[in-house]
Nanobody, 124 residues
Framework: QVQLVESGGGSVQAGGSLRLACVAS??????FGWFRQAPGKEREGVAS????????TYADSVKGRFTIIRNNAKTTVYLQMNNLKPEDTAMYYC???????????????????WGQGTQVTVSS
């Protein structure tokens, strides 16, 4: 079992940047993902990274703007978000799943462990 704590959310203007952090109680053998959920909308996958940190996948809506990286020494996964848009406004969640067979998809059902979320608000 792994515990996840997100931080780094806040309010920014369109075009701004934020870096979210997800501190895990352990990270060895786990792959991670970031998801988001806006009011009245379903949870959607944003980005995912494999166990070794050398493979990533992104939602089309964030490609070229968001970057997911992991620092295994710090058991932390980051989501660097640049050129933020109002439609990026949502609660952002970190998720983790144990296993080397990273699926490379953004299906929420793949992940067993979830953090409490951090709010990101982008104003126009």
């Amino acid at each position: 079992q792994v515990q996840l704590v997100e931080s780094g959310g806040g309010s920014v203007q369109a075009g701004g940047s934020l870096r979210l952090a997800c501190v895990a109680s352990k990270s060895r053998g786990y792959f991670f993902g970031w998801f988001r959920q806006a009011p009245g909308k379903e949870r959607e996958g944003v980005a995912s990274i494999n166990v070794f940190g050398n493979a990533t996948t992104y939602a089309d809506s964030v490609k070229g703007r968001f970057t997911i990286i992991r620092n295994n020494a710090k058991t932390t996964v980051y989501l660097q978000m640049n050129n933020l848009k109002p439609e990026d406004t949502a609660m952002y969640y970190c998720a983790a799943q144990f296993g080397l067979l990273w699926p490379g998809t953004l299906f929420a059902g793949t992940f067993s462990y979830w953090g409490q979320g951090t709010q990101v608000t982008v104003s126009s």
